[in-house]
């Protein structure tokens, strides 16, 4: 069982990683990374426009009703909205970019026209190169093949990227991925060789994504995933050597919580604010938020003036 221990020996073992701050940048306005108490971790709400996406409550199938969801997102405290097309999942659909753009435009143009800001998760350069047309202010990209197509536009349009750590050529084509007693170390190299590619391409706002919510055929669900995902949580901090803020896409475990499953996204929300994430992509993005001020609130009784309970930081 995790305990204050495993902390401990985790701070003990990376002491001069923690609290090293990360590049900050300005997004339409808004200032992400730099890991300021007040601004971190920023939060990413999610908009599935695929049926076959099991979280239920995240999936709108009209335009109407993901514009409906992406402003009741931002009311209740997302930062920016993440909308993907196609489900992740083994055994989704594939849709074609042609057809994930037709429904992807009119959901982005009225997103944007609320002034608000949209990230568009894809691996397919024709649709990350429509979508940034559209004006999409980031790009999420599972994908490793035509990554270096699509850097180009990204740095043209002063829009950012998330990096998504993917074995195989994309989310839907994943291989067996590298079991160790150190994921994070796993993570370095496959991180810092196209981080330096990213940098090189001219763009300037990103954030780094470990992909805790992808399937792999080595990894699927059960007890192994959740360990993983937990030690990486933790560990996020140590992926701030590359100098990039870290965006955690927050899990399930529904075999832990079967029938309160919506509970363990703030759950794990816990681990990755103790691990010094940046930004947390969820579904449940108020019970999160809640989380998170919850936890700014610790040690604030030893500041010379402590908030009242309705100066509650948030």
Same mark, same amino acid.
Not at 6 to 23: F, G, N, Q
Not at 175 to 181: F, G, I, K, M, T
Not at 208 to 233: H, K, S, T, V
Not at 243 to 255: K, Q
């Given at each position: ?106 959901? #982005? ?6 002034? $608000? /800001?949209?990230?568009? !998760? +894809?691996?397919?350069? =024709? @649709?990350?190169? &429509? ?47 590298? #079991? ?6 796993? $993570? /370095?190299?496959?991180? !810092? +060789?196209?981080?330096? =590619? @990213?940098?090189? &391409? ?47 896409? #927050? ?20 681990? &990755? ?42």
């Amino acid at each position: 069982m995790l305990s204050l221990l495993d902390l401990v020996r985790l701070a003990e073992r990376y002491a001069p990683l923690l609290d090293r701050s990360t590049h900050a940048f300005d997004l339409r306005g808004r200032t992400f990374g730099g890991r300021t108490r007040a601004s971190s971790p920023h939060l990413m709400g999610v908009i599935n426009l695929s049926p076959d996406s099991w979280y239920r409550e995240s999936v709108a199938l009209t335009p109407e009703a993901a514009i409906r969801r992406g402003q009741l997102l931002v009311d209740s405290g997302a930062d920016i909205l993440d909308v993907g097309t196609e489900s992740s999942l083994d055994y989704a659909v594939r849709v074609e970019p042609e057809a994930q753009i037709r429904k992807l435009i009119p959901v #982005l143009e009225g997103l944007i026209a609320r002034q $608000l /800001l949209v990230s568009v !998760e +894809t691996y397919y350069p =024709l @649709v990350a190169q &429509a979508a940034l047309r559209a004006g999409a202010a980031v790009i999420n990209f599972t994908g490793t093949e035509g990554l270096e197509e699509i850097l180009p536009l990204i740095a043209k349009e002063d829009a950012g990227l998330i990096l998504n750590f993917v074995e195989g050529s994309h989310v839907r084509d994943p291989r067996p991925v590298r #079991l160790s007693h150190d994921a994070i170390g796993d $993570l /370095l190299p496959y991180f !810092e +060789t196209r981080c330096r =590619l @990213v940098e090189k &391409a001219g763009v300037r706002r990103l954030w780094i994504d470990p992909g805790l919510g992808f399937y792999y055929p080595n990894l699927g669900d059960g007890a192994l995933r959740i360990e993983r995902q937990m030690e990486i949580f933790l560990g996020t901090f140590r992926l701030h050597e590359l100098g990039w803020p870290v965006c955690h896409a #927050l899990p399930h475990a529904f075999e832990c919580f079967e029938e309160e499953v919506r509970c363990a996204e703030p759950f794990f929300a816990v681990l &990755a604010l103790l691990g010094q994430a940046d930004l947390l992509r969820t579904h449940e993005v108020s019970r999160v938020l809640g989380v998170v001020r919850a936890m700014r609130l610790f040690g604030t009784r030893r500041t010379s003036n402590p908030p009242r309970r309705e100066e509650v930081p948030g």
